[in-house]
């Protein structure tokens, strides 16, 4: 009976141990990121403590990411600029849990090598890569190695810095400053071939309009001569659209709160009176056709102007001549907006003609195409004079 009890205690302490030990690391992960105005690196590696601020409860878990590499230094006397995406980017790429990092602070962070010169780099031994020669990345000096890194650590990041220059490229290009997308895998052999100084690399090739398939070119020196590889890649634009943000039901009048404007691959091509709406300004107010679902582009014929005149109401109709401003009232034969044409029937005659709505069940009799103003006022009209 004694060894049992010994033995439940003995698994009831492992177990509070294990749940302390996992409530301790939730804490411990998590921590506030503020991106700054500017930064400035303190080696051949932009690293997250020199474009943020860093602050969690754990002072070595702040230390540890504000030491994270993000990317190569700009060349000294450079400066480049790195969107707040971007960094959350390389950070899930590194492998850091985006759910416990709560970012604020600055959408882009201008980022500036200082000028100087940096000491002379002894040629490495016979058998070192290029691998071991950005060693620099990680361990934040350009002068010393300690040793070769692994090249599987060092990939993401060159292929990262490989696609913000075609990015820069694209942009030089085209011409057109926008939200390139580039997607492209090539070897790690080739990753590995390039220099350590990115700003050495230079990209070419490529055809307008610069989307879909493009095969550009990585041009780099290595010693004393000049070599370069070819990088199939896949560059889409996206293209600014109306989102709905949540659900809209049929016949209800869109406000703010409803979409907003995203970047989007791959839109559908307008067809007629259905074209993605790429401006919220104008669909305010407007009213839904159909039911719109979070998630979907709101495309033009899915609203309309707010009908103000529906068909059966009892419409105020205004017509003018000779100084005189006749009011009188019909009967709307059909719906419409402001500014549309309506036709409407003289509750009297019986007779039917054309106006233009003006307002809430408000219309205008269209010049020669309603009742005379004698005829309005033989129909127990309103006579205004002016």
């Known amino acids: 009976m004694m060894d049992r009890v010994k033995r439940f205690r003995a698994v009831a302490m492992c177990v509070a141990c294990v749940v302390s030990s996992m409530s301790l690391s939730n804490i411990a992960m998590s921590a506030d990121i503020a991106i700054n ?9 932009v690293r997250l403590g020199d474009v943020a601020t860093v602050s969690a409860d754990n002072s070595k ?14 060349a000294p006397g450079t400066k480049r600029f790195i969107r707040m995406r971007e960094v959350q980017d390389l950070l899930a790429a590194r492998g850091e849990n985006m759910d416990q990092l709560r970012f604020k602070g600055e959408l882009s962070v201008e980022v500036a090598s200082p000028e100087k010169s940096a000491p002379p780099v002894a040629d490495p031994a016979p058998g070192e890569t290029q691998v071991a020669r950005r060693a620099a990345w990680t361990s934040g000096s350009s002068t010393t190695v300690a040793a070769a890194p692994n090249s599987d650590s060092i990939a993401p990041q060159v292929h990262d810095e490989l696609g913000r220059q075609i990015v820069d490229y694209l942009t030089h ?17 080739q990753l590995a071939s ?14 307008s309009p610069w989307t879909g398939k493009q095969r550009l ?4 020196t290595t010693g004393q001569h000049v070599d370069s590889f070819t990088v199939p890649a896949d560059v889409s634009l996206p293209t600014p659209v109306v ?4 659900p809209i039901d049929r016949g209800s009048v869109v406000t703010a709160a409803d979409v907003e404007v995203q970047q989007r691959d791959n839109t559908p091509v307008g067809a007629g009176r259905s074209i993605p709406l790429s401006s919220i300004d104008k669909l305010l107010g407007m009213e839904t056709t159909r039911s719109i679902q979070t998630g979907d ?4 014929d899915s609203v309309q102007p707010p009908v103000l005149v529906k068909r059966g109401d009892a419409v105020t109709v205004y017509a003018r001549g000779g100084g005189i401003q006749v009011r009188t009232v019909a009967k709307a034969r059909e719906s419409g907006s402001l500014g549309q044409p309506v036709q409407l029937e003289s509750l009297d005659t019986h007779k039917t ?13 269209l010049a020669g195409g309603g009742p005379t103003v004698a005829e309005a006022v033989s129909g127990g009209g309103n006579v205004l004079r002016r």
Do not use: C, H
Not at 39 to 45: N, S
Not at 243 to 246: C, L, P, T
């Open 173 to 189: 290009a085209s011409g057109q400053t926008a939200a390139w997308r580039v997607t492209f895998n090539i070897p790690g052999q």
């Open 243 to 246: 989102v709905a943000i949540r």
């Open 37 to 45: 105005a500017t930064g400035t690196p303190q080696g051949a590696v």
């Open 217 to 220: 070119l990585v041009s780099f």
């Open 353 to 365: 003609y054309d106006a233009v709505i003006t307002g809430t069940r408000e219309a205008v009799v």
């Open 61 to 74: 878990e702040a230390d540890r990411l504000a030491a994270m590499p993000l990317m190569p230094a700009p």
């Open 297 to 300: 582009i709101v495309m033009s």
């Open 194 to 207: 390039l220099p350590a100084d990115s700003s050495t690399w230079k990209i070419s090739g490529g055809t």
